[in-house]
């Protein structure tokens, strides 16, 4: 099975524009996503559970999106 980047490369070559332009947005949102789980990753650790309601439902709410 082909990667994303391939399918892409292989859109391009074949001249089918929309569908390299779809797949690239595709790769686009998941570096992005990558990039909010490593926010999220380093803001867990700022998150004081015993503090109130809030921290420990943000807490709760950002463990729960690094599981995904």
């Not at 099975?1 to 859109?11: H, K, P, S, V, Y």
């Not at 595709?26 to 309601?53: F, G, M, Y």
Request: one cysteine or more.
């Amino acid at each position: 099975m082909l990667t994303i980047e391939e399918q892409e490369r292989q859109a391009y070559a074949s001249g089918d524009t929309a569908l390299a332009a779809a797949l690239a947005r595709v790769i686009d949102l998941e570096n992005q996503a990558c990039e909010l789980r490593a926010v999220i990753r380093d803001a867990v650790d700022l998150i004081d559970q015993d503090k109130t309601d809030t921290h420990v439902s943000w807490h709760q709410r950002a463990t729960a999106a690094l599981e995904d």
